[in-house]
């Protein structure tokens, strides 16, 4: 009987770079050697290095090409993989039983991009190589939400038989974009992934910007949704596993949006609709009172009714200046951090739903008409309002309550109360000093 004759271990690592070069392209082969490798604790980017020649493999490491060279021996039955080829039965055991992975190199949330450009508190752009979102895109950090994003469809998981929805790719397109990243033709683009809003276990949300050394995090449990560019991300993921040399450089627009903002962002950037400059203007605003403005601007009945400019036209169907809202909630409600503004957010989206409900007519289905006889639906009762809610909130009154508390008033424009609190001329209309009025009016108003 015949013993087979080891290999030296540098002859059988040459070997397993043999096999690797024969299947690096192959995606179903990688990502089963992959799956395999995480009982292990071996995360997928790891094998990925591996598998693409990133990582020399060394004798020193024997214990991991090992326990890798026998995945991929049981995936590919490829003999030249066959750790036994080197090693004996009793040394894989042992290795095997004492192996205990990378758990201190493990790869997740929080994770940091430097030279992050602010934009809003929930807006930010930074430049990214081609390599850094392979990275990302290897070890699972980068979501599919077929929420928001229409490139979709559904299959059946074999396991459970759950129906579910997966990316859709098209094939032609993605090697199109191979094709370019090996010829050093790409276009420098944006892609676009969004910290989804309300997902972070951190409480300070999902996104942290160090203003100083100009970094940002995604924090521990955040979900990062591919809003755009899955097909780039899959070509870049591509390209690297036959060339990991290519460096190319993307643009990368973070957000912190929820479904609801996430949905229409997605839809306005694929109709590509024009930005006017007042718009420019309001989105690079930093100021807590218009990251909530905006919150609650898109979350709320507010939606489509607040106006860009600084005045609303009288025969026009908007409700109230961006202005007016973010200014109002910059001065009434004095936000000092993120996590407060988020909770003001969920208020003020409550409330105004709770007014509009209440008066239908006035704020949803005749504003201008009924703007001519009645403050209720100006511009500058927005001040009032939202002073009103910071009172019921401050003094827990449910909003349930909001309709006793305005039927009280006699909004009319021909109620002389308003005149004789100067907040309206003789001839009807509102007074360039009606702000403060309004304010100190609802500041008085017992709950």
Not at 30 to 58: A, C, H, S, W
């Amino acid at each position: 009987m015949s013993t087979q004759i080891k290999k030296n271990k540098n002859e059988f690592i040459n070997d397993l770079r043999e096999v690797f070069t024969q299947i690096k392209d192959d995606k179903k082969i990688t990502d089963k050697i992959k799956n395999n490798m995480k009982k292990f604790r071996v995360l997928p980017g790891k094998v990925q290095e591996y598998i693409n020649g990133q990582v020399e493999m060394r004798e020193d490491d024997i214990e991991l090409i090992s326990i890798l060279a026998e995945q991929t021996y049981i995936v590919t039955g490829k003999s030249l993989s066959n750790p036994l080829n080197a090693l004996t039965e009793r040394e894989m055991k042992e290795i095997k039983s004492n192996f205990e992975g990378y758990q201190s190199e493990k790869v997740g949330f929080p994770y940091t991009f430097k030279n992050v450009v602010k934009i809003a508190d929930d807006d930010f752009i930074c430049s990214i190589e081609a390599s850094e979102i392979n990275f990302l895109y290897s070890n699972g950090l980068l979501e599919y939400n077929p929420e928001t994003q229409r490139e979709g469809r559904q299959i059946k998981n074999k396991s459970n038989d759950e129906i579910i929805t997966v990316p859709k790719v098209i094939e032609k397109n993605v090697k199109e974009m191979v094709e370019l990243l090996e010829k050093n033709e790409i276009i420098s683009s944006m892609i676009t992934f969004n910290a989804r809003l309300g997902t972070s276990e951190n409480e300070f949300g999902e996104l942290i910007y160090n203003e100083e050394n100009k970094t940002l995090t995604i924090t521990e449990g955040t979900l990062l949704d591919v809003l755009d560019g899955f097909h780039r991300i899959n070509a870049i993921s591509r390209a690297l596993r036959k060339d990991p040399s290519i460096d190319a450089m993307f643009k990368l627009n973070i957000l912190n949006y929820n479904k609801k903002r996430a949905i229409k962002y997605f839809a306005q950037m694929n109709k590509g609709q024009s930005v006017s400059e007042s718009h420019l203007k309001k989105m690079s605003e930093t100021r807590y009172g218009d990251f909530v403005a905006k919150q609650v601007q898109s979350n709320s009945q507010l939606s489509g009714k607040v106006a860009a400019g600084d005045h609303i036209s009288p025969n026009s169907d908007l409700l109230v200046t961006f202005n007016t809202l973010s200014d109002g909630i910059d001065e009434i409600f004095n936000i000092e951090n993120r996590q407060e503004a988020l909770k003001v957010s969920e208020y003020l989206t409550e409330f105004f739903d709770t007014l509009f409900d209440l008066y239908p007519d006035e704020f949803i289905n005749n504003i201008s008409k009924t703007r001519e006889e009645t403050l209720l639906n100006t511009n500058v009762m927005f001040f009032g309002y939202l002073t009103l809610a910071k009172k019921m909130n401050e003094q827990n009154v449910k909003l349930n309550k909001l309709p006793k508390i305005l039927n009280d008033i006699d909004f009319s424009r021909d109620n002389e109360m308003w005149e004789s609190f100067n907040i309206i001329d003789a001839n009807k209309r509102i007074k360039t000093t009606a702000k403060k009025r309004i304010i100190n009016f609802f500041n008085l108003m017992e709950l």
